[in-house]
């Protein structure tokens, strides 16, 4: 078995330009053994094809507690009672039970559905960048990139807008978390949280509405298809996927484009390219870095190397998406590029449920950006941009831009 890395994924260094790493490890290590700030051991899969793989591969478990050993569970931060509903959200089960939950939220999702949306989006992105104008120099993440999915998430499942600020702050420190010492420390955002998120429940089930937490609610009253516990990880998890995620996907794609002036004024020039844009952003500057831990369920050989049984499995996208075997000239960021088989929403039955939604905020967001503000531009130098130091998710501390 080779030996634990020394890389720090966390590092922000690393973070800000894990390129270059990615490469040389699909070439000589792509399937890399490292070990988390905490020590827990963790093997890296870098290359597309195994990437694909491993993202559909039956043996490899969401759900830790249904395959970890007494001993594995016990070697691991232990979560708190009041805290273990959140882990029955459908991201960290497997079938049949996620099968069971997606198919009771799937079609909120559909792209018809999500395309009654554009409307409410296109006017909100409007408001946004009113406020952006009059103010004249902005961070962008503050200003448009969070604003945007947390309000429509907010309002497909029926949380009340005043609330936004709250769950801005408690939504933040949760996927900040990188350790177990940090991890103490945010258990009682956690609680608030869920308290905040059990009180709605409350309250649609008292007074239904039109909304996604109001259909939950009657799903559960109507025949024990899912618990009340299973509502509130719904729930918690639609909202953290829904902006955490996209927040970096407007993020990292405005700051690709204005570090890559030929291809901003291709797109000004040719609107009818930005699906395609879109596409090649989500390729080469991934709002999510690595899809979420998957656990050994037995043995198994992955590129020639043996991962034992209860070993964490860490498919990295971003570097899936550089992979020469995959996509010509990789490291050229080309907002033509035909066919685009990025992975950057995972594959098989937890392919993202979002997409639609996140590449049609995307588009509208960018859109309606590029035809109002032309000369935007960074307000820094590229080299300070900061970066979150977050294992799953890649996106920026703030983007100053001037218009
Ligand atoms: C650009 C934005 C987004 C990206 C890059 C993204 C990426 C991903 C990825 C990679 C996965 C699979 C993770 C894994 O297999 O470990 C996933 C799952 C998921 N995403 Fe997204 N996502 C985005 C936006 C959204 C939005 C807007 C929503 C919600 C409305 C959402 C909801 C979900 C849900 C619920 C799952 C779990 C699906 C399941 O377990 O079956 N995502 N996403």
Known sequence: MSQPHPLDLL???????????????????????????????????????????????????????????????????????????????????????????????????????????????????????????????????????????????????????????????????MVAVTSSEEYAAVIPVMQAFMQFVRELIA???????????????????????????????????????????????????????????????????????????IEEILRYAPPVEMATERFAREPLTIAGVRIPAGEQVLAVLAAANRDHTQFADPERFDITRSPNRHLTFGQGIHFCLGAPLARMEGQIALARLLERLPNLRLAVDPADLRWKPNLILRGLEALPVIC
């Open 11 to 173: 590092d922000p260094t690393f973070k800000a330009n894990p390129f270059p790493t990615y490469a040389a490890l699909r070439e000589r290590e792509p399937v890399a053994r490292l070990e988390l700030p905490d020590g827990q051991p963790i093997w890296l899969v870098t290359r597309y094809d195994d990437v694909l793989l491993a993202l559909k591969d039956q043996r490899l478990a969401k759900d830790r507690f249904s395959m970890l050993t007494p001993e594995q569970l016990a070697a691991m931060p232990p979560i708190p009672e009041e805290l273990k509903p959140f882990t029955r959200n459908m991201l960290d089960l497997d079938d049949p039970d996620h099968a069971r939950l997606r198919g009771l939220v799937h079609k909120g999702f559909t792209p018809q559905r999500i395309a009654e949306l554009r409307t409410i989006i296109t006017t909100l992105v409007d408001e946004l960048l009113d406020a952006i104008t009059a103010a004249g120099s902005v961070d962008l993440i503050d200003a448009l990139a969070f604003p945007l999915p947390a309000t429509i998430i907010a309002r497909l499942l029926g949380i009340p807008e005043a609330d936004l600020p709250r769950f801005r702050a408690w939504s933040n420190a």
């Open 203 to 277: 309250a649609r089930r008292a007074e239904p509405r039109d909304d996604l937490i109001t259909a939950l609610v009657e799903a559960e009253e109507q025949g024990q298809r899912l618990s009340e516990d299973e509502v509130l990880a719904m729930i918690v998890l639609l909202l953290i996927a829904g902006h955490e995620t996209t927040v970096n996907l407007i993020g990292n794609g405005v700051a690709t484009l204005l570090q890559h002036p030929e291809q901003l004024d291709l797109l000004q020039r040719q609107p009818e390219l930005l699906p395609s844009a």
